[in-house]
Protein backbone atom coordinates (compact mmCIF):
# COMPACT_ATOMS: atom_id res chain seq x y z
CA UNK A 1 0.00 0.00 0.00
CA UNK A 2 2.72 2.66 0.95
CA UNK A 3 4.66 1.77 -2.76
CA UNK A 4 1.50 2.24 -4.25
CA UNK A 5 1.28 5.91 -2.89
CA UNK A 6 4.33 6.43 -4.44
CA UNK A 7 4.18 4.17 -7.64
CA UNK A 8 0.52 5.73 -8.93
CA UNK A 9 1.47 9.76 -8.59
CA UNK A 10 4.43 9.05 -10.42
CA UNK A 11 2.65 7.60 -13.44
CA UNK A 12 0.76 10.13 -13.20
CA UNK A 13 3.06 12.16 -13.46
CA UNK A 14 4.29 10.76 -16.43
CA UNK A 15 0.84 10.84 -17.99
CA UNK A 16 0.76 13.98 -17.59
CA UNK A 17 3.98 14.70 -19.10
CA UNK A 18 3.73 12.63 -21.69
CA UNK A 19 0.76 14.67 -22.65
CA UNK A 20 2.05 17.71 -22.43
CA UNK A 21 4.98 16.62 -24.85
CA UNK A 22 3.07 15.32 -27.49
CA UNK A 23 0.51 18.48 -26.99
CA UNK A 24 4.06 20.54 -27.34
CA UNK A 25 3.93 18.69 -31.11
CA UNK A 26 0.91 19.11 -32.40
CA UNK A 27 -0.01 15.87 -30.67
CA UNK A 28 -2.76 14.62 -27.95
CA UNK A 29 -4.03 11.38 -26.46
CA UNK A 30 -7.41 12.28 -27.24
CA UNK A 31 -8.80 13.83 -30.20
CA UNK A 32 -12.40 13.90 -29.19
CA UNK A 33 -14.03 17.38 -29.37
CA UNK A 34 -14.45 16.85 -25.47
CA UNK A 35 -10.36 18.23 -25.68
CA UNK A 36 -10.85 20.89 -27.73
CA UNK A 37 -13.89 22.19 -25.55
CA UNK A 38 -11.95 22.01 -22.33
CA UNK A 39 -9.07 24.08 -23.35
CA UNK A 40 -11.57 26.39 -24.93
CA UNK A 41 -13.01 27.00 -21.81
CA UNK A 42 -9.98 28.20 -19.67
CA UNK A 43 -9.07 31.34 -19.44
CA UNK A 44 -5.65 30.36 -19.72
CA UNK A 45 -3.68 28.21 -22.02
CA UNK A 46 -4.62 24.36 -20.94
CA UNK A 47 -1.20 23.63 -20.98
CA UNK A 48 -0.70 25.85 -17.87
CA UNK A 49 -3.25 23.08 -16.55
CA UNK A 50 -0.67 20.26 -16.85
CA UNK A 51 1.45 21.79 -15.48
CA UNK A 52 0.39 22.21 -12.47
CA UNK A 53 -1.22 18.74 -12.72
CA UNK A 54 2.31 17.47 -12.61
CA UNK A 55 3.48 19.88 -10.05
CA UNK A 56 0.24 18.17 -7.90
CA UNK A 57 1.88 14.66 -8.22
CA UNK A 58 5.80 15.19 -8.30
CA UNK A 59 4.47 16.86 -4.48
CA UNK A 60 2.39 13.46 -3.81
CA UNK A 61 5.78 11.32 -4.29
CA UNK A 62 8.01 13.94 -2.53
CA UNK A 63 5.41 13.46 0.60
CA UNK A 64 5.31 9.75 0.15
CA UNK A 65 8.99 9.00 1.28
CA UNK A 66 8.51 10.88 4.16
CA UNK A 67 7.02 9.03 7.14
CA UNK A 68 6.18 11.78 9.55
CA UNK A 69 2.61 12.54 10.30
CA UNK A 70 2.50 15.91 9.13
CA UNK A 71 3.22 14.54 5.81
CA UNK A 72 0.93 12.28 5.38
CA UNK A 73 -1.83 14.25 6.44
CA UNK A 74 -0.92 16.91 4.16
CA UNK A 75 -0.75 13.77 1.27
CA UNK A 76 -4.43 13.14 2.22
CA UNK A 77 -5.33 17.15 1.88
CA UNK A 78 -3.60 17.62 -1.70
CA UNK A 79 -4.57 14.51 -3.30
CA UNK A 80 -8.12 15.47 -1.95
CA UNK A 81 -8.35 18.83 -3.31
CA UNK A 82 -6.60 17.50 -6.72
CA UNK A 83 -9.84 14.98 -6.76
CA UNK A 84 -12.29 17.74 -6.19
CA UNK A 85 -11.20 19.95 -8.57
CA UNK A 86 -10.83 17.65 -11.22
CA UNK A 87 -14.15 16.43 -10.39
CA UNK A 88 -15.33 20.31 -11.30
CA UNK A 89 -13.61 20.12 -14.50
CA UNK A 90 -15.07 16.47 -15.39
CA UNK A 91 -18.40 17.84 -14.34
CA UNK A 92 -18.71 20.78 -16.11
CA UNK A 93 -17.01 18.83 -19.46
CA UNK A 94 -19.90 16.21 -19.33
CA UNK A 95 -22.76 18.49 -18.96
CA UNK A 96 -21.66 21.09 -21.78
CA UNK A 97 -20.17 18.79 -24.26
CA UNK A 98 -21.56 15.02 -24.82
CA UNK A 99 -17.97 13.56 -25.60
CA UNK A 100 -15.45 14.69 -22.06
CA UNK A 101 -12.06 14.71 -22.80
CA UNK A 102 -10.14 11.38 -22.69
CA UNK A 103 -6.92 12.65 -21.17
CA UNK A 104 -9.15 14.42 -18.16
CA UNK A 105 -11.28 10.96 -17.27
CA UNK A 106 -7.32 9.50 -17.21
CA UNK A 107 -6.18 12.03 -14.37
CA UNK A 108 -9.54 11.62 -13.04
CA UNK A 109 -9.26 7.89 -12.69
CA UNK A 110 -5.57 7.81 -11.88
CA UNK A 111 -6.82 10.20 -8.53
CA UNK A 112 -9.28 8.61 -7.72
CA UNK A 113 -7.57 5.28 -7.42
CA UNK A 114 -4.68 7.02 -5.55
CA UNK A 115 -6.69 8.22 -3.02
CA UNK A 116 -9.02 4.28 -2.40
CA UNK A 117 -5.62 2.40 -2.39
CA UNK A 118 -4.14 5.38 0.19
CA UNK A 119 -7.26 5.91 2.70
CA UNK A 120 -10.75 4.19 1.69
CA UNK A 121 -12.40 6.13 4.76
CA UNK A 122 -11.10 9.47 3.85
CA UNK A 123 -12.78 8.68 0.09
CA UNK A 124 -15.91 7.27 1.50
CA UNK A 125 -15.89 10.86 2.99
CA UNK A 126 -15.88 12.87 0.19
CA UNK A 127 -17.98 10.72 -1.97
CA UNK A 128 -20.92 12.93 -1.33
CA UNK A 129 -19.02 16.19 -1.91
CA UNK A 130 -18.04 14.62 -5.34
CA UNK A 131 -21.37 13.25 -6.09
CA UNK A 132 -22.98 16.72 -4.96
CA UNK A 133 -20.75 18.55 -7.77
CA UNK A 134 -21.63 16.42 -10.26
CA UNK A 135 -25.79 16.57 -9.73
CA UNK A 136 -24.82 20.50 -8.90
CA UNK A 137 -23.39 20.48 -12.72
CA UNK A 138 -26.49 18.27 -14.18
CA UNK A 139 -29.58 20.45 -13.16
CA UNK A 140 -27.92 24.18 -14.09
CA UNK A 141 -29.30 25.41 -17.14
CA UNK A 142 -26.03 25.05 -18.59
CA UNK A 143 -26.03 25.47 -22.23
CA UNK A 144 -24.91 22.65 -24.41
CA UNK A 145 -22.31 22.57 -26.81
CA UNK A 146 -24.85 21.73 -29.97
CA UNK A 147 -26.36 23.07 -32.28
CA UNK A 148 -29.29 24.77 -32.08
CA UNK A 149 -30.61 24.82 -35.76
CA UNK A 150 -29.86 21.36 -37.17
CA UNK A 151 -32.08 20.82 -40.59
CA UNK A 152 -33.46 23.09 -42.98
CA UNK A 153 -36.52 25.38 -42.17
CA UNK A 154 -38.13 28.21 -40.91
CA UNK A 155 -37.93 28.70 -37.09
CA UNK A 156 -38.80 31.23 -34.56
CA UNK A 157 -37.23 31.76 -30.85
CA UNK A 158 -41.15 33.42 -29.81
CA UNK A 159 -42.79 33.41 -25.87
CA UNK A 160 -46.75 32.30 -25.15
CA UNK A 161 -46.83 36.02 -23.27
CA UNK A 162 -45.38 38.47 -26.20
CA UNK A 163 -47.67 40.02 -28.48
CA UNK A 164 -45.07 40.30 -31.04
CA UNK A 165 -44.71 36.67 -31.29
CA UNK A 166 -48.48 36.18 -31.82
CA UNK A 167 -48.41 39.00 -34.48
CA UNK A 168 -45.43 37.01 -36.28
CA UNK A 169 -47.30 33.58 -36.06
CA UNK A 170 -50.61 35.07 -37.30
CA UNK A 171 -48.46 36.50 -40.41
CA UNK A 172 -46.53 33.34 -41.08
CA UNK A 173 -49.68 31.07 -40.80
CA UNK A 174 -51.99 33.18 -42.89
CA UNK A 175 -49.06 33.28 -45.38
CA UNK A 176 -48.81 28.69 -45.46
CA UNK A 177 -45.06 29.76 -43.83
CA UNK A 178 -44.38 26.15 -42.16
CA UNK A 179 -41.97 27.03 -39.05
CA UNK A 180 -41.10 25.11 -35.47
CA UNK A 181 -41.66 27.16 -32.51
CA UNK A 182 -38.07 27.38 -30.23
CA UNK A 183 -39.00 28.98 -26.36
CA UNK A 184 -37.68 31.96 -25.93
CA UNK A 185 -36.68 30.37 -22.39
CA UNK A 186 -34.30 28.31 -23.92
CA UNK A 187 -31.32 28.43 -22.95
CA UNK A 188 -29.66 27.85 -26.09
CA UNK A 189 -31.87 29.74 -27.74
CA UNK A 190 -30.65 32.66 -24.87
CA UNK A 191 -27.25 32.27 -25.59
CA UNK A 192 -27.50 32.18 -29.32
CA UNK A 193 -29.23 35.87 -29.46
CA UNK A 194 -26.91 36.72 -26.77
CA UNK A 195 -23.80 36.26 -29.12
CA UNK A 196 -25.85 38.24 -32.40
CA UNK A 197 -26.46 41.19 -29.89
CA UNK A 198 -29.97 40.68 -30.20
CA UNK A 199 -32.13 41.46 -27.24
CA UNK A 200 -36.03 41.44 -28.65
CA UNK A 201 -38.04 38.71 -29.73
CA UNK A 202 -39.79 37.52 -32.12
CA UNK A 203 -36.16 36.11 -33.61
CA UNK A 204 -36.69 34.18 -37.29
CA UNK A 205 -34.23 31.88 -38.36
CA UNK A 206 -34.45 30.61 -42.09
CA UNK A 207 -31.89 27.88 -43.07
CA UNK A 208 -31.54 26.98 -46.30
CA UNK A 209 -28.67 24.92 -46.76
CA UNK A 210 -25.73 27.58 -45.68
CA UNK A 211 -27.74 30.83 -46.23
CA UNK A 212 -28.99 31.29 -43.40
CA UNK A 213 -31.29 34.65 -42.71
CA UNK A 214 -31.24 36.07 -39.32
CA UNK A 215 -34.96 38.40 -38.58
CA UNK A 216 -35.87 40.47 -35.77
CA UNK A 217 -38.76 41.78 -34.98
CA UNK A 218 -42.62 41.20 -35.85
CA UNK A 219 -42.16 44.27 -38.84
CA UNK A 220 -38.89 42.92 -39.64
CA UNK A 221 -40.05 39.37 -40.38
CA UNK A 222 -43.25 41.05 -42.60
CA UNK A 223 -41.14 42.89 -44.58
CA UNK A 224 -38.60 40.30 -45.54
CA UNK A 225 -41.46 37.98 -46.58
CA UNK A 226 -42.95 40.31 -48.54
CA UNK A 227 -40.41 41.56 -50.53
CA UNK A 228 -39.71 38.02 -50.82
CA UNK A 229 -42.71 37.36 -52.46
CA UNK A 230 -42.48 40.30 -55.16
CA UNK A 231 -38.85 39.31 -56.09
CA UNK A 232 -38.24 37.44 -59.21
CA UNK A 233 -36.36 34.02 -58.16
CA UNK A 234 -32.47 34.93 -58.68
CA UNK A 235 -30.11 31.66 -59.65
CA UNK A 236 -27.63 30.74 -56.35
CA UNK A 237 -23.85 31.83 -57.41
CA UNK A 238 -22.72 30.04 -54.61
CA UNK A 239 -23.43 26.98 -52.29
CA UNK A 240 -21.64 29.19 -49.30
CA UNK A 241 -23.69 31.83 -48.78
CA UNK A 242 -24.54 33.42 -45.18
CA UNK A 243 -27.18 36.60 -44.90
CA UNK A 244 -27.16 37.84 -41.89
CA UNK A 245 -29.27 39.74 -39.79
CA UNK A 246 -30.71 42.54 -42.35
CA UNK A 247 -31.19 44.72 -39.45
CA UNK A 248 -30.62 45.00 -35.58
CA UNK A 249 -31.25 48.31 -34.64
CA UNK A 250 -35.38 48.37 -34.02
CA UNK A 251 -37.57 50.61 -32.45
CA UNK A 252 -39.06 49.44 -28.86
CA UNK A 253 -42.70 48.74 -30.50
CA UNK A 254 -41.25 46.08 -33.14
CA UNK A 255 -40.45 43.13 -30.17
CA UNK A 256 -40.21 42.26 -26.71
CA UNK A 257 -37.84 41.98 -24.15
CA UNK A 258 -35.88 38.64 -24.19
CA UNK A 259 -35.22 36.93 -20.78
CA UNK A 260 -35.27 33.14 -19.50
CA UNK A 261 -35.87 34.22 -15.87
CA UNK A 262 -39.12 36.09 -16.55
CA UNK A 263 -42.06 36.12 -18.97
CA UNK A 264 -41.26 38.25 -22.02
CA UNK A 265 -42.14 42.00 -21.26
CA UNK A 266 -42.86 44.69 -23.94
CA UNK A 267 -42.56 47.38 -21.42
CA UNK A 268 -39.54 47.10 -18.86
CA UNK A 269 -36.14 47.15 -20.82
CA UNK A 270 -34.01 43.84 -22.09
CA UNK A 271 -33.08 42.02 -19.20
CA UNK A 272 -30.17 39.86 -19.56
CA UNK A 273 -28.32 37.15 -17.14
Request: net charge positive.
Amino acid sequence: MKKLQTILPLLLFIYILAETILKANNIELCSSTGCALAGDLLKFNSTYLNYLGMAGALFLVVLSVFKSDIAKRLYIVVLVAMVIFESLLIASQINLNPEPCKFCLGVYTFLLVTLIATNLRVFLYILPSIAAIFFAFSILAIPKNKSLIKEDGVYLIASKTCPHCKVAKEFLDKNGVKYSVIDSKDINAFYFAKTLGIKKIPILIDKNGYKVRVLVGDKEIENSFLEKKEQPTKSVESQNQVEYAPKLNYGDDEGCSFSVTQESSCEEESRWI
